[in-house]
């Protein structure tokens, strides 16, 4: 009885020790190559938008940068692919980007139904209504018999039929199959509301508009938009890779490390930022990667508060607030995993 206690013991400690993980299918072929794959939209400011010089830039651009950076030990080493909404699926079923990361909601049956897992959520958005001020429409309640743009192939379309079903409202939805179109639509007068987003509605109204003082956001936010990036099934060790980097980035904020700092804070006493560096335990083992993955991370563009400020934040020109997206200990939902 004493040997069989002691080898259950034995059994029990040696389980709670993360072992070398192999990184798995996806990755060896990153490497074979010396790229991440990386789907991003046609053009969302804030989110995934080239500039006038091409280069990438926005929220899920720098979770792809954190993530090759990781991986690859460059954050530069990102083939960027431009999707539609109705192109991003099947371009990551079938194997022609590694990675989604466009502003794309969790949902039951995209996470269930189409063959991907999403990671982690990067940023917790909700559907409105841009309308102009000269209609005198003041709430999405007034919109009855309106014509209103939405894009296809979204959560956004559905939203807007379950809405105004529910209300008992008509509304009459004009829908485009490009996000250029559809706004450009909206402006001319082709309709009454254009819904999406409220963070694009923000990029819209800020950017788009002619005049933006002559346009408004109705108070209405009709559904929860999770949006994160996601991964193919049948490739655990990627998920696992893909939903720790955006962890990490997270955690980064809550422990003071920023881009500037990684290397200073190495000499830090505090086991958790030691951890996290790679100066004490060596976490990126069970991953498949080096102790150093986490640090290049931050180092590629920031903690989650550094790319959200630039990207949609006080630096950008959405200048979006923190919201749901403020840390849980600062009055939002913002919560990442304990790395250990």
Known sequence: MSRLRSFTLTAAVLATVAA????????????????LACGVSTGVIGF??????????GLDVDVCRAIAAAVLGDAGKVRWVPLTSQQRFTALQSGEVDILSRNTTWSLTRDAALGLHFTAVTYYDGQGFLVARKSKVSSAKQLKNAEICVQSGTTTEKNLSDYFRAQGIKVKPVVFDKFEPSIKAFFSGRCQAYTTDASALAFIRAKEAPNPDDYLVLPEIISK?????????????????????????????????TQARVDALKASSDPAVQRFLGVGEDLGKSLGLDREWAARAVKAGGNYGEIFERNV????????????NAQWNKGGILYGLPLR
């Open 20 to 35: 070398p993980a192999h990184a798995g299918k996806t990755v060896d072929a990153i490497k074979a190559r010396g790229q």
């Open 48 to 57: 995934s938008a080239a500039d006038s010089q091409g280069q990438w830039r």
């Open 225 to 257: 938009e999770p949006l994160g990036p996601a991964v193919r099934r049948g490739d655990d060790e990627w998920l696992a890779i893909v939903k720790w980097v955006i962890h990490a980035l997270v955690e980064a904020e809550e422990l003071g490390i």
């Open 313 to 324: 934040g006080a630096g950008s020109p959405l200048k979006l607030p923190r919201g749901l």
